[in-house]
């Protein structure tokens, strides 16, 4: 059995969505495919993908992004923890899953997050122009903190029960070292809203060897501490020179 990751899928573009369309339908039979968030906000594709990804593989372990939570298209009474809710449900039923995953001497456990500002304070230009802030609707005395306990809270069920090796995985960044030097100063604005250290602490406790994670659309897999961290977004179509635009196998049983 191998272990694989992706993650921003970003089907909302034909490109990505072909890609997924021309994966082999044979070579993947006994494998688990990681998919660490930012499908698509259409509930449609997002389910298309999954049935799509679970014809293919063993099992598809997912987790939502961002992206996926937004609700800007569907109505004006629309809730982002009630899309949430609605997404936990499909994920079933589409033969995926959202549950930890143990096999052998392997658990694969997946991590909810959103961002705090534990990184940074966001910019007024981050304020006024990052699309999650109009794009996704939350209970009005929600703050980025509370969004980001709320969800990091519902990780802690998972914690029991380890088997020897642990991968985990999320959408979002568990520490903001994780980005490369090279990213130029302009864009690390973006840094705020990237993730949480509520996320490493879990990662920590997990005693993770290798922790999969997406949003930033940096393909990396540096080793920090003991753990390897892993990134394989698969981008937008024009992002060739970040995203390998691949599978990636990154556990092998």
Same mark, same amino acid.
């Given at each position: 059995?191998?272990?694989?990751?992706?993650?921003?899928?970003?089907?909302?573009?034909?490109?990505?969505?072909?890609?997924?369309?021309?994966?082999?339908?044979?070579?993947?039979?006994?494998?688990?495919?990681?998919?660490?968030?930012?499908?698509?906000?259409?509930?449609?594709?997002?389910?298309?993908?999954?049935?799509?990804?679970?014809?293919?593989?063993?099992?598809?372990?997912?987790?939502?992004?961002? $992206?996926? @939570?937004?609700? +800007?298209?569907?109505? &004006?009474?629309?809730?982002? =923890?009630? #899309?949430?809710?609605?997404?936990?449900? *499909?994920?079933?039923?589409?033969?995926?899953?959202?549950?930890?995953?143990?096999?052998?001497?392997?658990?694969?456990i997946p991590l909810l997050g959103?961002?705090?500002?534990?990184?940074?304070?966001?910019?007024?230009?981050?304020?006024?122009?990052?699309?999650?802030?109009?794009?996704?609707?939350?209970?009005?005395?929600?703050?980025?903190?509370?969004?980001?306990?709320?969800?990091?809270?519902?990780?802690?069920?998972?914690?029991?029960?380890?088997?020897?090796?642990?991968?985990?995985?999320? $959408?979002? @960044?568990?520490? +903001?070292?994780?980005? &490369?030097?090279?990213?130029? =100063?302009? #864009?690390?604005?973006?840094?705020?809203? *990237?993730?949480?250290?509520?996320?490493?602490?879990?990662?920590?406790?997990?005693?993770?060897?290798?922790?999969?994670?997406?949003?930033?659309?940096?393909?990396?897999?540096?080793?920090?501490?003991?753990?390897?961290?892993?990134?394989?977004?698969?981008?937008?179509?024009?992002?060739?020179?970040?995203?390998?635009?691949?599978?990636?196998?990154?556990?092998?049983?």
């Open positions: 059995m191998r272990v694989f990751a992706l993650s921003d899928l970003h089907i909302d573009y034909d490109l990505n969505k072909q890609w997924i369309a021309q994966l082999s339908t044979d070579d993947y039979r006994d494998d688990v495919l990681i998919l660490a968030g930012d499908v698509s906000d259409s509930l449609l594709l997002l389910e298309w993908c999954l049935k799509t990804l679970a014809s293919r593989f063993k099992k598809v372990l997912y987790v939502p992004g961002n $992206h996926d @939570l937004w609700v +800007i298209r569907d109505g &004006p009474d629309r809730q982002s =923890l009630d #899309k949430f809710q609605q997404i936990c449900t *499909l994920v079933e039923n589409c033969g995926a899953s959202m549950q930890a995953f143990h096999r052998g001497s392997l658990s694969i959103w961002y705090d500002y534990s990184f940074g304070q966001p910019s007024t230009e981050i304020f006024a122009t990052w699309a999650d802030y109009h794009a996704c609707r939350w209970p009005e005395h929600f703050s980025a903190h509370d969004i980001t306990a709320h969800f990091v809270q519902l990780n802690e069920p998972l914690f029991s029960n380890l088997n020897q090796t642990v991968i985990s995985f999320s $959408h979002f @960044l568990p520490r +903001i070292d994780l980005m &490369p030097a090279y990213i130029p =100063l302009e #864009k690390r604005t973006l840094y705020p809203i *990237l993730g949480t250290h509520l996320l490493e602490k879990q990662v920590r406790q997990l005693a993770s060897t290798i922790h999969v994670y997406g949003h930033s659309h940096v393909n990396r897999s540096v080793k920090i501490e003991g753990i390897s961290y892993i990134n394989n977004a698969f981008g937008y179509p024009r992002e060739t020179h970040i995203a390998a635009k691949q599978l990636l196998c990154i556990y092998e049983t």
